[in-house]
């Protein structure tokens, strides 16, 4: 079935770990991004990727880095994590063309102990 | 940059009553108004959306409205039920390879 998946779906990891969050789409949409978010509440943009080797900061600042080598896949990662970092991340893709909505995954809580 | 701004921020109804949320954006550039819905431990997802060429949309009991001149846009529910319960995020774009700009989101409570 068509979707958009991320992997792990919660993390528990310890401070100074560097951490690799999985999100891949087999929808075989151009665009992409990543949002943080605590539960419930705004939606922060931190990356996104218009296509393969394009990317993009958002308009949170942070810390981690993110690659898109192939279309379909878009990791997440946080060179050494801390617990400011704790929080829910969502991948979202969406097609090129206008007027197309965001696919979100199911997200990865992440804990930084 | 585009800025849209979202109220109330949380909203509680009488399941039967009616619900409006209502945004605004700054960016006249902007033609595509999508609203997502997220329940609880769930992901955003599609509810309804609309193009600046349009000045309603409905979909059963969920409708959207434009107002391009005065840059705001607004979903309503009708007989809301306790499943409509979830936090609703409206959003602006221009398009193509502009970003999406979402709102601060309104958390609906439908109580029975």
């Known amino acids: 079935e068509a979707d958009i998946y991320q992997t792990p779906r919660y993390l528990v990891i310890g401070t100074g770990k560097k951490i690799t969050l999985e999100c891949s789409q087999t929808?075989?949409?151009?665009?992409m991004y990543w949002y943080q978010q605590d539960p419930g509440m705004e939606l922060h943009l931190i990356h996104y990727s218009y296509g393969v080797n394009s990317t993009e900061k958002g308009d949170l600042s942070s810390e981690s880095t993110v690659s898109r080598i192939r279309t379909e896949h878009f990791p997440l990662t946080l060179e050494s994590a801390r617990p400011s970092h704790t929080s829910q991340y969502l991948c979202a893709s969406s097609d090129g063309t206008h007027y197309q909505p965001q696919h979100f995954g199911d997200g990865t809580r992440l804990s930084i102990l | 940059g585009e800025n849209v701004e979202q109220h109330p921020s949380t909203l509680s109804v009488q399941e039967g009553d009616s619900a409006v949320i209502k945004c605004t954006y700054s960016d006249s550039a902007s033609n595509y108004f999508p609203w997502y819905k997220q329940e609880l431990g769930k992901r955003p997802q599609l509810i309804i959306d609309?193009?600046?060429?349009?000045g309603e949309k409905k979909d059963q009991r969920i409708a959207v409205t434009l107002n391009k001149t005065a840059k705001h846009f607004s979903l309503h529910i009708t007989e809301t039920q306790p499943e409509d319960s979830a936090v609703y995020f409206c959003a602006a774009t221009p398009g193509g390879y502009q970003k999406v700009t979402f709102g601060t989101g309104t958390k609906l409570q439908v109580i029975p």
């Open positions: 929808m075989g949409h151009d665009k």
């Open positions: 609309i193009r600046s060429n349009v």
